[in-house]
């Protein structure tokens, strides 16, 4: 079993004369980050901290009966609604559902958008995921992050045991009091049954991370620590 921290329940707005975070979060498709840390998120974002999601797609092959263009408008405007109730910046990194490719000009792009960033924290998928989308952003933010090393990188999880596979967590955040933000970012994604989404899969999950802390519910993630020998996420 790997040792978990969980973190401090009590935090600080960054106006209250913390440093204020930059949070970048790195995912496939809309509502994979709404689906694995938008409860984080959406906590960083109520305590003032800058937060910017980053979807490689747009989901173009999530609708069925509609084309990619179409497909596409209606995700993206889902992602808007979603990013809002979060608190976060919705960005689009412009590849394609279900084509998705780790090539040199793409990893350079996500390195030259994380340097403007400059984030102090940065979230994407678990690398060993069965969707080619999830691991794809895992990789390009892997190797962006490799190259800069300016932040702390964590791994969040989405179904674990139907698509996140062999995660075992060091790290845990307590999103008992933002359930509902979460809830409402995932419902955004009407074309997905974001509904359905929660209940088959996110709230038995945070239900179940959150009894392996002790709290209501949680989000897990695993910190790729290699320099930085401190699980906790700051300022949560």
């Not at 009590?10 to 980050?33: I, K, M, N, W, Y």
């Not at 060993?128 to 990789?139: G, I």
């Amino acid at each position: 079993m790997v040792a978990a921290n969980s973190l401090p329940l009590v935090s600080a707005p960054a106006g209250s004369g913390a440093a204020r975070l930059t949070v970048v979060c790195v995912g496939g498709h809309p509502d994979d980050p709404e689906s694995g840390c938008g409860g984080t998120l959406a906590r960083y974002a109520a305590l003032g901290h800058a937060v910017t999601v980053v979807y490689l797609t747009r989901g173009e092959r999530g609708i069925a009966g509609k084309s990619l263009d179409e497909a596409a408008t209606i995700r993206s405007a889902e992602c808007e609604t979603a990013c809002k109730i979060i608190g976060a910046k919705p960005e689009f990194f412009g590849q394609i559902d279900g084509a998705t490719e780790v090539t040199q000009a793409h990893v350079d792009a996500m390195t030259r958008f994380l340097a403007v960033e400059n984030p102090d924290l940065v979230f994407t998928h678990w690398p060993v995921d069965t969707h080619m989308d999830h691991q794809v952003a895992s990789v390009l933010t892997i190797r962006a992050w490799m190259s800069l090393r300016t932040s702390r990188l964590y791994f969040f999880e989405v179904n674990s045991g139907s698509q996140t596979e062999g995660f075992l967590p060091n790290t845990y955040v307590d999103i008992s009091s933002v359930v509902e933000r979460k809830k409402a970012a995932l419902f955004a994604h009407i074309s997905q049954d974001g509904q359905g989404i929660w209940r088959q899969h996110h709230e038995i999950m945070a239900q179940w991370r959150g009894r392996e802390v002790g709290v209501a519910a949680a989000e897990a993630f695993v910190h790729l620590n290699r320099d930085d020998h401190t699980s906790n996420l700051p300022c949560l």
